[in-house]
């Protein structure tokens, strides 16, 4: 193998299939890329076993051939190189040889064979989507789902395909969000998966605002992502996802317009004199005013209030400031909507006429 590219195309390319490559494997390989050189093109693959990303890009192809390289090896040292340098990538006697200007780089390498491939299920359902509509949905959504929970099919996020909607939910047990975009998917019977949290997390890194199609391809088992010259596979999380509609609560016959910004301010400041552990922000809402206070053991106390359109009764309310932090930075509107009952039950958030999502948010005890 031998080839030359340049360092604005070669490292583009590396960023896109570094993210899926852990720094602790359980399989010396998989810290490694494959690298692979045929006719004009150069394939860069990286797996976990549970996601893969590859992305091709051109190149001067020398001399034909594949090899697997230590991936944050390479990436560092392209990184570092100036811009607009041409890179040379050999294999000689015995290691993987990177020339650029002045500098040489003699890397180990291990043979492209013992690199596992991860393979697309036959007959899945495929469509289309934008790019700008996928990358929202996954930025309302991802926030909420949970990272290490026992109840393993909370580890991602919940996709719910239907003839004309596509539903995404996300909930750790202590907030719920839901988006749901409009869209001919032209299918028979509703269609549901769930997306591991590292696959969400990589596929919202490697998305961009534009109008571009990104194609997906929905098995039982895998699920896999094109979007350009990149293809993201990714096993589903085998689980069945909880009722997200039970969670949800039902006439919630209280009603609070905040501005976002002026509620994120002061959120911000209250939150630093609230318990480090727990985080909690009680937020009191009367006609025309919102009082945020918050306490610590040190007897340290903020209070805030900012005006806020209520014209209901007194109601009283404690939440985690991360999670109220999160909705907020989840919301485009200008202006937040909160419902909520007098009982102190879990509340509504979403922004000012934004019927497409939904953010649930559970009290906490003060």
Known sequence: MDFVANREVFLPALSKVIGVVERRQ?????????????????????????????????ANVKEEGETTVPARKLVDICRNLAEGTDV??????ERCVVTAGRGRFSLGYLAAAGFPAMGLEEGGFEFDVEETRLKRMLEKCSFAMAQQDVRYYLNGLFMELRSSLLTAVATDGHRLAKFVVSMDLAIDEPRQVIIPTKTVMELKRQLNVSEDSVRLSVGEKSLR?????????????DGRYPDYEQVIPRDLGEVAILDKDALRRSLSRAAILSNEKYRGVRLSFGKG????????????????????DYDGEPVSVAFNVAYMMDVLGA?????????????NKSSIWKGEGSEDETFVVMPMRL
């Open 88 to 93: 040379r990538m050999r294999l000689k006697d």
């Open 26 to 58: 359980t399989l010396p390989i998989l810290g490694n890329l494959l690298v692979v050189a045929q006719g004009e093109t150069v394939t860069l693959t990286g797996s976990d076993l549970e996601v893969e990303v590859r992305t091709e890009f051109g």
């Open 331 to 343: 919301v485009d509107a200008e202006k937040v909507e909160i419902r909520f009952q007098v009982d």
């Open 289 to 308: 005013i919102l009082k945020l206070l918050a306490h610590n053991p040190e007897q340290e106390e903020a209070e805030e209030e900012i005006e806020i």
């Open 225 to 237: 992502i094109l979007l350009g010259q990149t293809a993201m596979t990714s096993k589903l999380v």
